[in-house]
């Protein structure tokens, strides 16, 4: 099944120039039923990459634009009063689907914002008592700009940046990639070309293959470590969840997964931690004035020793 792991990788990058370790972090997190948040500038391609991305999948895909005028009721869905029928009918939401792009979540407002909550972690949605569970995969691609840019803003609060397995920032593309892209989307539209690679069936095999990546004692205490040592850092006012430890053990065997292997190396926590940590930290007020959490979290990850590896278990 690893081969279609590099289909799907593939396929994306028809679209996407330079997005290789995306795409990796966007499956990771598919497989482990764990939700993205992209941030960058505008114009980078964080909503096409998400929608490149579930188009590569066989499932249902839509879209919420958030504005602040957006209401909880447009995400969820409601009841509505059927004057033909003079019953009341469910109109689901957007989030009955497989792959949701929140768009500029960050110009919703908190009340709409909370609305998400219960979809991302319970995998359900309650519309006036009524409760509709999600089908498998069911994966939200948020996006935002960066909150100190932009004005009519509302920062994602502390609960609700916990309930994304990751957090990717897409940076400005090199002078190469740059070229690349121009010259590929010039005279064609590369998404209409784009085909679904991974069946559910197809995921749902996947899915339990990577509940099967072997992790040791050590590698296990190492996550635990790192996760520890965020709460225990001077500078760092609200730690790591216990939430967190559980996702980077999860991303860590995900990335296992993709680069073919059947256990997971201290390099494979490495590599992800910063995408699964970094954006559930919090510097005080003192710290936050001569540091970034790019840099604090770079000092922990050279403070905790690494394990050994030993190879297979």
Do not use: W
């Not at 939200?140 to 609060?157: D, H, R, Y």
């Not at 400005?172 to 209409?192: A, V």
């Amino acid at each position: 099944m690893k081969e279609k792991i590099e289909q799907l990788k593939i396929e994306v990058s028809k679209v996407m120039v330079g997005r290789e370790k995306d795409i990796e972090l966007l499956t990771i997190a598919l497989l482990q039923g764990g939700h993205i948040l992209l941030e960058s500038v505008p114009g980078t391609g964080k909503t096409l990459l998400a929608k490149t991305f579930a188009k590569c999948l066989d499932g249902d895909f839509k879209r919420i634009q958030f504005t602040p005028d957006v209401l909880p009721t447009d995400v969820t869905g409601m009841q509505f009063f059927n004057p033909k029928s003079q019953q009341f009918e469910l109109r689901s939401g957007p989030v009955i689907t497989n792959i949701l792009l929140a768009d500029e979540i960050n110009r919703a407002t908190p009340r709409t914002q909370s609305s998400l909550l219960e979809v991302m972690e319970e995998r359900q949605v309650t519309i006036d008592g009524e409760t509709i569970h999600l089908e498998e995969p069911f994966m939200v691609i948020a996006t935002q700009n960066p909150v100190e840019s932009q004005q009519g803003t509302f920062p994602l609060p502390a609960a609700q940046l916990d309930r994304f397995f990751m957090k990717i920032s897409i940076d400005y593309p090199t002078y190469e990639e740059e070229k690349n892209i121009i010259r590929r989307f010039i005279n064609d539209e590369l998404l209409t070309k784009v085909q679904a690679i991974l069946s559910r069936e197809e995921f749902a095999a996947l899915k339990k293959e990577v509940k099967n990546i072997l992790i040791s004692e050590d590698v296990e205490k190492f996550i635990l470590l790192l996760t520890r040592q965020t709460r225990q850092h001077p500078a760092i006012e609200q730690g790591a969840s216990p939430r967190a430890a559980l996702a980077l053990l999860k991303a860590s065997q995900g990335h296992a997964f993709i680069q073919g292997r059947n256990y997971v190396t201290p390099d494979d926590v490495k590599i992800v931690a910063p995408y699964v940590l970094r954006h559930r930290l919090y510097l005080s007020t003192e710290a936050s004035l001569t540091n970034t959490t790019k840099e604090i979290f770079e000092e922990i990850l050279d403070q905790v020793p690494a394990p050994v590896e030993s190879g297979a278990l």
